[in-house]
């Protein structure tokens, strides 16, 4: 509701040419209209057929020309929809357009969606520019010009009008709502209050339908119009965050799973004819998604924001949110420790599918894992074991996507119920990999302590896989902090209690690190050695992840000797590797190899497509703090390609973003200041001072990935 349909089919009525329809185009108004008996009447009165012919209408239409508009169909299509089939048949010019919320599910009927305006990607700038490419920010703007004139999109606003608009699903109703409360609310207050919606958006046009005057009429209009079943099914999908396939809505949302069916219940056999009802009464979206490389994704289902909420609003009001939010924290909890109890599957094609899974539903996981944390320890005694489960089950999934705060933040909320868990290893795994993602993040004194404890408790519990493992994180902490004697004897303690306990995948983890710590020592052959046994047991093993690392670890050596083509070759290969399981942190890194071998070989279109390909990876990705490098690696090449000015523009934006990230990542990547210092001095005298002033302008207000065009990833 609310989407314009009405408007939309006024303006084809309006616009259809005299030669093809010479009797015109007519409206039939019916949202008003209570009584389904009345409706043949109306629509006869309507077309200008008299009283006494009404019951004859089809009759009176027979040889005439021209278009009808049934206007708000959906509460009365069991009157509607058999007088539209009987005039289509008796009536070959005639035509009609309907509007309604569900179709009319007659023969002769072709439906299409009106979908919602468009949206405003948040993944581009927010820029008054950027965000007036979208529909839905271009009409919010227009109406709330109107209700107040003072209002214009200014950069200064357009980061939350485009939330407005996206919170709003881009309904056209609910922006036109939202605009007219321009007039006494300045936009940042209006944004702040939408968790209120229903009582916000009140106050439309007064001479509208009833139910298109305030969102929660509109609302309550499809609600009721709605059978017992279908509410119940629209109440409990709103647990669900970004969508669900058919299976995950059965077995969520399906009564008697615990054996018992009370009366009028939702069997799993009937929630896909419920479900195709709210689809088919546009109250449910059913999304399909084209096969990825062969793999067959199945079609989700999803509730618009606004319906959600509305919905979830009467789940509580029944008193039964707890229930269905258990339900689906316990579904999620099993998919988890079933994908990925013993970590990610051997085969590509598995590892594949098993990221795709989780990355399908990575809002229900969270919206799983926050029920878990937030449940009341004594009526759910489990809750927190789980969620620890759950979140440990998960990191392969976090690391491949490069969420190490996500991760992070979700491992330390469930260190802050360890006194629930009472399976003591899974303490020290979470002390383990809150260490771990730490060091990812740079925050290596916090990663040193908890991995501390860590090793500690694994001590006490005679664990020596998990000291081993401990050992590695504490080597790469030190490293990075340029402790390199104590990063040696931790990686040699760590390669020795993996020999001892048989973990060979421990050892191999231990060994390609150590390559990396002597490239850094600058002992070539020692490194070149590491890396080779590394790989060869990885191989061995068919880890196509770890053997991707130690091929990009390869790659490094190669750099630091100056083999540029033997440095591409491995970073290939690495890339190659990380596509096939789709391990978008691992591509980062051989893209970032792969550009800094390809320039030295000349091939400088390559390498800014190699930038182009790593810095959309880097907004899927928490890695920012590379970017500035891949903006230093990509200004050498812009130079050797004639572009001194965009060169320019990429050391500024790289500097600007070195100044902003210092702070919170003091190491960051190894760059050579003087290098690219030299650098911007050669481009500003190529250029001369209007033209570098200029460059330096743009630089200041550009974001990354705008200096390459970078598409936004749907």
Same mark, same amino acid.
């Given at each position: 509701g609310g989407c314009g349909k009405s408007r939309l089919a006024l303006e084809v009525a309006r616009g259809v040419s005299p030669a093809?329809?010479?009797?015109?185009? $007519?409206?039939?108004?019916?949202?008003?209209?209570?009584?389904?008996?009345?409706?043949?009447?109306?629509?006869?009165?309507?077309?200008?057929?008299?009283?006494?012919?009404?019951?004859? @209408?089809?009759?009176?239409?027979?040889?005439?020309?021209?278009?009808?508009?049934?206007?708000?169909?959906?509460?009365?299509?069991?009157?509607?929809?058999?007088?539209?089939?009987?005039?289509?048949?008796?009536?070959?010019?005639?035509?009609?357009?309907?509007?309604?919320?569900?179709?009319?599910?007659?023969?002769?009927?072709?439906? $299409?969606?009106?979908?919602?305006?468009?949206?405003?990607?948040?993944?581009?700038?927010?820029?008054?520019?950027q965000v007036a490419q979208s529909a839905a920010v271009r009409f919010f703007a227009q109406r709330a010009q109107q209700r107040n004139p003072r209002f214009s999109l200014t950069d200064a606003n357009a980061a939350v009008v485009a939330h407005i608009c996206r919170r709003l699903d881009g309904i056209p109703l609910a922006l036109e709502l939202a605009a007219a409360r321009v007039k006494a609310l300045p936009v940042e207050q209006l944004s702040q209050r939408l968790d209120d919606q229903f009582r916000l958006l009140a106050g439309g046009d007064r001479t509208a339908l009833p139910?298109?005057?305030?969102?929660?009429?509109?609302?309550?209009?499809?609600?009721?119009?709605?059978?017992?079943?279908?509410?119940?099914?629209?109440?409990?999908?709103?647990?669900?965050?970004?969508?669900?396939?058919?299976?995950?809505?059965?077995?969520?949302?399906?009564?008697?799973?615990?054996?018992?069916?009370?009366?009028?219940?939702?069997?799993?056999?009937?929630?896909?004819?419920?479900?195709?009802?709210?689809?088919?009464?546009?109250?449910?979206?059913?999304?399909?998604?084209?096969?990825?490389?062969?793999?067959?994704?199945?079609?989700?289902?999803?509730? @618009?924001?606004?319906?959600?909420?509305?919905?979830?609003?009467?789940?509580?009001?029944?008193?039964?949110?707890?229930?269905?939010?258990?339900?689906?924290?316990?579904?999620?909890?099993?998919?988890?420790?079933g994908a990925a109890a013993e970590g990610p599957p051997g085969g590509v094609a598995e590892q594949a599918e098993w990221q795709a899974r989780l990355l399908a539903d990575r809002d229900n996981l969270r919206v799983a894992l926050d029920g878990l944390l937030a449940a009341d320890g004594a009526a759910e005694p489990e809750a927190a074991e789980d969620a620890a489960r759950v979140a440990l089950g998960l990191i392969p999934f976090w690391a491949r996507l490069?969420?190490?705060?996500?991760?992070?933040?979700?491992?330390?909320?469930?260190?802050?119920?360890?006194?629930?868990?009472?399976?003591?290893?899974?303490?020290?795994?979470?002390?383990?990999a809150v260490g771990w993602f730490s060091y990812l993040q740079g925050d290596h004194a916090a990663a040193e302590s908890v991995l501390l404890e860590a090793r500690s408790l694994y001590q006490e519990q005679g664990d020596a896989a998990g000291e081993s493992s401990v050992?590695?994180?504490?080597?790469?902490?030190?490293?990075?902090?340029?402790?390199?004697?104590?990063?040696?004897?931790?990686?040699?303690?760590?390669?020795?209690?993996?020999?001892?306990?048989?973990?060979?995948?421990?050892?191999?983890?231990?060994?390609?690190?150590?390559?990396?710590?002597?490239?850094?020592?600058g002992t070539y052959a020692e490194a070149r050695a590491?890396?080779?046994?590394?790989?060869?047991?990885?191989?061995?093993?068919?880890?196509?992840?770890?053997?991707?690392?130690?091929?990009?670890?390869?790659?490094?050596?190669?750099?630091?000797?100056?083999?540029?083509?033997?440095?591409?070759?491995?970073?290939?290969?690495?890339?190659?590797?990380?596509?096939?399981?789709?391990?978008?942190?691992?591509?980062?890194?051989?893209?970032?190899?792969?550009?800094?071998?390809?320039?030295?070989?000349?091939?400088?279109?390559?390498?800014?497509?190699?930038?182009?390909?790593?810095?959309?990876?880097?907004?899927?990705?928490e890695m920012a703090q590379h970017v500035p490098l891949l903006l230093e690696l990509a200004a050498v090449s812009q130079e050797a390609t004639g572009d001194p000015e965009g060169a320019l523009v990429s050391l500024g934006v790289a500097a600007r973003l070195r100044r902003e990230g210092a702070a919170a990542n003091p190491a960051g990547d190894a760059v050579d200041a003087a290098e690219a210092a030299d650098l911007a001095w050669r481009l500003e005298e190529a250029l001369g001072p209007e033209r570098a002033a200029s460059a330096r302008e743009r630089a200041a207000r550009t974001r990354p990935e705008e200096i390459f065009a970078v598409p936004s990833n749907p």
């Open positions: 093809d329809y010479p009797d015109g185009a $007519w409206l039939v108004e019916l949202g008003s209209l209570a009584e389904p008996e009345l409706v043949e009447e109306t629509v006869a009165s309507a077309l200008g057929v008299p009283a006494s012919a009404a019951a004859r @209408m089809a009759e009176a239409l027979r040889d005439r020309r021209m278009l009808v508009v049934l206007d708000n169909c959906e509460h009365l299509l069991g009157a509607a929809a058999p007088l539209a089939e009987r005039l289509l048949k008796a009536c070959p010019h005639v035509r009609i357009l309907a509007t309604s919320r569900e179709p009319f599910n007659v023969g002769v009927e072709r439906t $299409w969606r009106v979908p919602s305006l468009s949206l405003p990607d948040p993944r581009r700038s927010a820029t008054a520019t139910q298109h005057q305030t969102l929660r009429a509109l609302m309550d209009w499809s609600f009721q119009l709605l059978n017992d079943p279908e509410k119940a099914l629209l109440r409990r999908l709103s647990v669900f965050g970004g969508g669900c396939t058919l299976e995950s809505a059965e077995v969520v949302c399906a009564d008697g799973a615990d054996g018992t069916v009370p009366e009028e219940a939702i069997e799993m056999w009937e929630v896909l004819d419920y479900l195709s009802q709210l689809v088919d009464k546009s109250l449910a979206i059913m999304e399909e998604f084209p096969a990825d490389g062969g793999a067959y994704a199945p079609p989700r289902y999803r509730l @618009m924001e606004t319906v959600r909420a509305y919905a979830r609003e009467k789940l509580r009001e029944a008193g039964e949110e707890d229930e269905w939010r258990r339900r689906h924290g316990r579904y999620f909890r099993d998919v988890v420790l490069g969420a190490h705060g996500e991760a992070r933040g979700y491992l330390e909320k469930c260190l802050a119920r360890e006194g629930e868990i009472g399976d003591a290893p899974r303490r020290a795994h979470l002390r383990r050992l590695n994180h504490l080597a790469l902490t030190a490293q990075a902090q340029g402790r390199l004697p104590e990063a040696r004897e931790n990686y040699g303690q760590c390669l020795q209690l993996a020999r001892d306990a048989g973990e060979e995948r421990r050892a191999g983890d231990a060994l390609s690190n150590m390559g990396l710590l002597h490239i850094e020592e590491c890396l080779e046994e590394a790989r060869a047991i990885f191989e061995r093993m068919g880890d196509r992840m770890r053997t991707a690392g130690t091929l990009c670890n390869l790659s490094n050596l190669a750099l630091k000797e100056g083999a540029w083509a033997e440095a591409r070759a491995y970073s290939e290969e690495s890339l190659g590797l990380f596509a096939e399981i789709d391990h978008r942190l691992g591509r980062v890194f051989s893209l970032i190899n792969l550009t800094e071998a390809a320039a030295p070989l000349g091939d400088h279109a390559g390498a800014l497509g190699y930038v182009r390909d790593a810095l959309v990876l880097c907004q899927e990705v």
